[in-house]
């Protein structure tokens, strides 16, 4: 490329038009802002709802990460800027078609539905934002914070159910194969297991649906920062998705043990109510391995000062 052409390219995407970065930045803000507030009754039911609701207790934190992940990775993201209508006028026109179907249509869904529908059509207006201030190669280095911020819409009812019981199951079929490995003597009936001397069910509060959404979250952000390959990610987070399970079962076969010939309130107690750190932190340990066999140029750095 002649060196004109190329002075004439690098001009043309470090457009002075919208001002400087720290400027940008504050136009976005003040874009957030705005559509906030026309959104004002979705964004209050969203907060209250994430409040309220235990299994959604991390949704509002999802947004504050994924502005975390954008200063974070600054420098690759906002090395060249522009401004991208194009990319802009299309997230802004599927914002606005699902906001105006949440409103007209949404009499007619479920709150929590209804409620799915705005912000998605939110977050395509935070996007077109980003687009319009930032341009289009920002865009493309922010694909995962961008993306990341769909984790901040509330999981359907309908597919809530399905998961909780997917890990209920998950969960039952563990506990069966490590009591069975303890050599524990144990009638199962469905999700209910009988001891000699204690009885327990797997109940849909003891799915483990909320340490499982935070180690799968935690997961993806790990897979982002530490494997380059997106098959590489796509298995840490797999084996996450497996690990919350396998944690879950861990953890009820514990409990179930210790109140079986140690104390019965086990199973009423303080690591029973508030003892899911600790197995979430098993979880971690589980994956750790994971993560290093998937990280070759870590192995062979170790094997090097090994030598």
Not at 80 to 94: E, G, H, K, M, P
Not at 145 to 155: M, V
Not at 199 to 218: P, Q
Request: hydrophobic share 55%.
């Amino acid at each position: 490329m002649p060196p004109q052409t190329l002075q004439t390219t690098v001009h043309s995407e470090n457009s002075p038009s919208l001002g400087s970065l720290s400027q940008r930045v504050l136009f976005y803000v003040g874009w957030i802002t705005v559509t906030c507030l026309l959104f004002l009754h979705p964004v209050t039911a969203f907060v209250r709802y994430s409040l309220s609701n235990d299994n959604a207790s991390h949704l509002v934190l999802i947004p504050l990460i994924g502005a975390w992940l954008l200063y974070l990775e600054r420098d690759r993201i906002f090395k060249l800027l522009a401004s991208d209508s194009r990319s802009a006028w299309l997230f802004f026109a599927a914002g606005s078609a699902l906001a105006l179907l949440a409103f007209f249509a949404g009499r007619h869904w479920s709150a929590l539905t209804q409620l799915s529908v705005y912000l998605l059509g939110l977050i395509l207006l935070w996007i077109a934002g980003f687009a319009f201030f930032f341009g289009r190669l920002a865009l493309r280095g922010a694909r995962f914070p961008l993306s990341f911020l769909l984790l901040t819409i509330p999981i359907p009812d309908v597919v809530l159910d399905q998961s909780i019981y997917l890990l209920q199951k998950g969960s039952a079929e563990i506990a069966a194969v490590l009591f069975d490995w303890s050599g524990v003597p144990v009638l199962r009936a469905g999700f209910v297991f009988h001891l000699a001397h204690v009885n327990i069910e797997v109940a849909r509060e003891c799915s483990g649906i909320r340490s499982s959404l935070a180690l799968v979250i935690l997961a993806i952000l790990v897979a982002h920062f530490y494997l380059g390959a997106f098959w590489k990610q796509a298995v840490l987070v797999i084996a996450g998705l497996f690990v919350m399970i396998l944690k879950n079962g861990v953890r009820i076969v514990t409990l179930t043990l210790l109140a079986s010939y140690v104390d019965p309130a086990f199973l009423y107690g303080r690591l029973h109510r508030e003892g899911g750190v600790v197995f979430f932190m098993l979880g971690l340990l589980l994956l750790a391995p994971l993560l290093w066999l998937l990280q070759p140029g870590k192995r062979k750095a170790a094997a090097a000062a090994v030598r």
